[in-house]
């Protein structure tokens, strides 16, 4: 059974850091990323990185938020520096896998992130 478990949400300040982790269990996966989403949006990518190491970020967080990924422990990371108040959603962890030739991706929970003073 494939499971995501997030930690690392809480209250920051603007300016301030955070670092997200996401463990998963029941299979490796071809990619990892997180996703955010704000009241009242859509659901919207923050980064991906695939088993290889190649990432991508959404222009917002670029230069910003570093994603990483652990192979060995089969887990995923999300450094994110310089929050802005606007970074305040609940953030998810993703993860793709080809199931006969198809991907299927998993979600984890949600962690909650507020940036305020």
């Known amino acids: 059974q494939v499971q995501l478990v997030e930690s690392g949400g809480g209250l920051v300040q603007p300016g301030g850091s955070l670092r997200l982790s996401c463990a998963a269990s029941g299979s490796i996966f071809n990619a990892m990323g997180w996703y955010r989403q704000a009241p009242g949006k859509q659901r919207e990518l923050v980064a991906t990185i695939i088993s290889g190491g190649s990432t991508n970020y959404a222009d917002s967080v670029k230069g910003r938020f570093t994603i990483s990924r652990d192979n060995a422990k089969n887990s995923v990371y999300l450094q994110m520096n310089s929050l802005k108040p606007e970074d305040t959603a609940v953030y998810y962890c993703?993860?793709?896998?080809?199931?006969?030739?198809?991907?299927?991706?998993?979600w984890g929970q949600g962690t909650q992130v507020t940036v305020s003073s």
């Open positions: 993703n993860a793709v896998r080809k199931v006969l030739g198809v991907p299927v991706q998993y």
